[in-house]
């Protein structure tokens, strides 16, 4: 027998074996069902807290009403509801002409690079723009004189402290932190928390630093910046009403007379050095398994 016929003779065996052809069948139909679920989860972003999402739970609605009728008997209902839905499928390209338009703009435009996105650049971007937004914040309000303490959460849970303040749960913009710290609204008065790229809370209260060796001139704001970091590996950015300077605190230090270059560095620093670290600890602790 030639050596070719005695290879050949071996990846049969090893087929017939394994039984390739249905472990194919498995990883083709684990595939398929995969590709549907990731369309259906980005269908969903899209119609998401737009007036799409209405018209789809009024889908889901007629449709589910259609099958009610027909397994309780309910025929009249049950044929009415059923052409209701086929003339409504025929106009749904009308209704979602909009989102259809803005999606196919946008996959053209991307060239699929939002679709294969990874989650950690998602978190990175959506830090980054954070980032912008908290330092163009400060220095509104440090040309305006607004006092502001923003206080970023990070490993360490402050539950206890966003419980103090107003539950917000908003996406993080420059206009928006600035109107919370405008004097005479109703929560200028406290600290912003920031949690997952979110204004999760405002107007809360913070501890105060027990450091009895600080200057006299730092006023509430800086002590309670420098109290919340001593309890937490949090970063808190102050911005004094006195004098328009901008500081940060972390790990019970202070860091003062930032100019807004100077703070972005300091919060890329902290925040997507940090994200870095943890994906490469990660890595390094699944490669070594």
């Known amino acids: 027998m030639s050596g070719q016929g005695l290879f050949r003779d071996i990846i049969s065996y090893i087929m017939n074996f394994l039984d390739l052809s249905g472990l194919l069948d498995f990883i083709r139909m684990v595939v398929d069902i995969s590709l549907v679920s990731y369309l259906v989860y980005k269908v969903i972003q899209l119609v998401r807290e737009t007036r799409a999402m209405q018209l789809v739970k009024g889908i889901l609605f007629i449709l589910i009403l259609s099958k009610l009728s027909e397994l309780i008997g309910l025929k009249t209902v049950a044929f009415l509801l059923q052409g209701a839905f086929q003339l409504f499928g025929f106009g749904l390209i009308v209704i979602f002409q909009p989102e259809l338009r803005r999606a196919l703009e946008k996959l053209g435009s991307s060239g699929f690079r939002d679709l294969l996105l990874k989650k950690d650049d998602e978190e990175r971007l959506k830090t980054i723009a954070a980032i912008e937004a908290i330092v163009k914040a400060c220095s509104k309000c440090a040309e305006n004189y607004i006092g502001a303490l923003i206080v970023i959460e990070r490993d360490t849970k402050i539950g206890d402290i966003i419980n103090t303040g107003t539950r917000m749960d908003a996406v993080i913009s420059e206009e928006l932190l600035v109107n919370i710290f405008t004097p005479k609204t109703p929560l200028h008065d406290g600290a912003v928390i920031i949690r997952n790229n979110m204004i999760t809370a405002a107007a809360c209260y913070l501890p105060l630093t027990q450091n009895a060796s600080l200057s006299r001139d730092l006023g509430t ?69």
Do not use: C, W
């Open 221 to 289: 704001r800086h002590r309670a910046a420098l109290g919340i970091t001593e309890v937490s590996d949090a970063i808190a950015i102050v911005v004094s009403e006195e004098s328009g300077k901008i500081s940060y605190a972390h790990n019970g230090g202070l860091t003062r007379n930032l100019t807004p270059d100077m703070l972005r560095k300091a919060l890329n620093r902290f925040l997507l050095e940090d994200q870095d670290d943890k994906r490469l600890f990660v890595f390094r602790k699944v490669k070594n398994k």
